[in-house]
Nanobody, 124 residues
Framework: QVQLKESGGGLVQAGDSLRLSCTAS????????VGWFRQAPGKGRDFVAA????????YNADSVKGRFTISRDNAANTVYLQMDSLNSEDTAVYYC?????????????????WGQGTQVTVSS
């Protein structure tokens, strides 16, 4: 079972950038589709982005298209989420998880092995 750890969150101002990292405990991490989700206070867990195991296929939520970029370095067992032009609506705890089976999905039920999350706070 792969264990995931998110890092890179913090407190930033609107318009700033952050890069989140999702690091896995096993080299087989490169065989999985990985997704980023976020959960704002009092709200459900929302899909942000996903990347296929090869890394050439990605899928972003409409709310972050053009601002967030997902990428991966399988040699480093890490998936990244580059977040630019942050705004207050991006404030949330960000989680990564691995998806069962092939293909991309925005459904959180398709993912397992959730990390503990990293807090991103954007002040306006």
């Amino acid at each position: 079972q792969v264990q995931l750890k998110e890092s890179g969150g913090g407190l930033v101002q609107a318009g700033d950038s952050l890069r989140l990292s999702c690091t896995a405990s096993k080299r087989t991490f490169g065989s999985y589709t990985v997704g980023w989700f976020r959960q704002a206070p009092g709200k459900g867990r929302d899909f942000v982005a996903a990347i296929a195991y090869i890394g050439t296929t990605t899928y972003n939520a409409d709310s972050v298209k053009g601002r967030f970029t997902i990428s991966r370095d399988n040699a480093a067992n890490t998936v990244y989420l580059q977040m630019d032009s942050l705004n207050s609506e991006d404030t949330a705890v960000y989680y990564c998880a691995v998806k069962r089976g092939v293909g991309l999905s925005q459904n959180s039920d398709a993912y397992d092995n959730w990390g503990q999350g990293t807090q991103v706070t954007v002040s306006s």
